[in-house]
């Protein structure tokens, strides 16, 4: 059946690189997302990624997709204190369609 | 981007009693909207996709007629708990698309069963 996984949380120091990984199950998935939650907060789309693409870069943010190990990771340069909420990876079929959300990683950010 | 409301916000209600929970799109046309539910430091799970002007289609465990969803116009659906218990107590997110757009998400509502 259709699984996500994250790690549950990660601290990093204000100023570093924060990592964060997500592992799926179904090969057939076409659209991988990452969402970030503020407390008390709907879902922000922070970027996505297309099943044939590789890597997608888009200011601090930078998404790897290593699809042979159905592995994604989310990389978020100079890490500010705002950067603080819980990460969602998310999967689905087809664009807006049925959506399979990991956990959600909690990323603490100390100054 | 597309804005997606909700309404309320926070809401506490007694046990017995029934809840209705708004999702507006007020810059689009939603041809469908889902209902997620979400527990304390868990993840989102869906509870329905409804399409404007038809019946929702419930997930798999989901009480339907204790979760009702209307979708009757393409910008409002509402999410009515029915004779609440403790148990329902949850945060309630709902989301938005046109057509193949993307999902976009509204604030959520907090909802407290006393």
């Known amino acids: 059946g259709e699984d996500v996984e994250q790690s549950l949380f990660l601290s990093v120091r204000e100023g570093d690189s924060s990592v964060i990984n997500c592992t799926y199950t179904?090969?057939?998935?076409?659209?991988l997302y990452w969402y970030k939650q503020e407390p008390g907060a709907g879902l922000q789309l922070l970027t996505y990624?297309?099943?044939?693409?590789d890597m997608k870069q888009d200011q601090r943010l930078t998404v790897l997709l290593n699809k042979k190990d159905k592995h994604l990771s989310l990389r978020i340069a100079d890490t500010q204190t705002g950067d603080s909420a819980i990460y969602f990876c998310?999967?689905?079929?087809?664009?807006?369609?049925?959506?399979?959300f990991g956990q959600g990683t909690e990323l603490s950010v100390k100054p | 981007g597309a804005v997606v409301s909700q309404h309320p916000s926070w809401v506490i209600c007694k046990s017995g009693t029934s809840v209705k929970i708004e999702c507006r799109s007020l810059d689009f046309q939603a041809t469908t909207m889902f209902w997620y539910r979400q527990f304390p430091k868990q993840s989102l799970m869906l509870m329905a996709t409804s399409n404007e002007g038809s019946k929702a289609t419930y997930e798999q465990g989901v009480e339907k007629d204790k979760f009702l969803i209307n979708h009757a116009s393409l910008t409002l659906s509402t999410l009515t708990v029915t004779s609440a218990h403790p148990e329902d107590s949850s945060f309630y997110i709902c989301s938005a698309r046109y057509r193949d757009s993307q999902q976009y998400f509204g604030p959520g509502t907090r909802l407290t069963v006393t």
């Open positions: 998310a999967e689905s079929l087809n664009q807006g369609g049925k959506l399979i």
């Open positions: 990624i297309f099943s044939n693409m």
């Open positions: 179904d090969s057939s998935s076409t659209y």
